[in-house]
């Protein structure tokens, strides 16, 4: 008779849960940076600005990577059975959600520059 291959202990999974979620946190946030910065600069053009708007890039392109991170990373441990296709879907709801979100404020900013 064959012996069962030995259980994973408590530690490793959480472990493994973790690096995962800490993967994919990386994943979202990289993703909600990128379409920060699109999103920056397509709003640039959209809306007639001053130059002094661009220095907005300093504060949305690291706060949608820390917001992406935290939520991608905590809905990976939220739903750890999730599979990558549930987790691009959700990424990618995330990075639309985070582009309408910087063109509708490059739009308030817009409207009242005195041009």
């Known amino acids: ?51 002094s708007h661009y220095l907005s890039l300093l504060l949305y392109v690291p706060l949608a990577f820390v917001a992406g991170f935290g939520l991608t990373a905590g809905m990976r441990l939220t739903r750890p059975r999730w599979t990558p296709i549930q987790m691009f879907i959700a990424v990618t709801w995330f990075a639309a959600l985070c582009a309408v979100g910087i063109l509708q404020l490059n739009r308030w900013d817009s409207s009242y520059q005195v041009h």
């Open 1 to 51: 008779m064959s012996t069962p291959p030995p259980e994973e202990s408590f530690g490793l999974k959480l472990f493994g849960r973790v690096a995962v979620a800490i993967g994919w946190g990386f994943v979202g946030g990289i993703a909600l940076a990128v379409t920060a910065a699109g999103a920056d600069f397509a709003g640039l053009r959209l809306y007639n600005q001053s130059d």
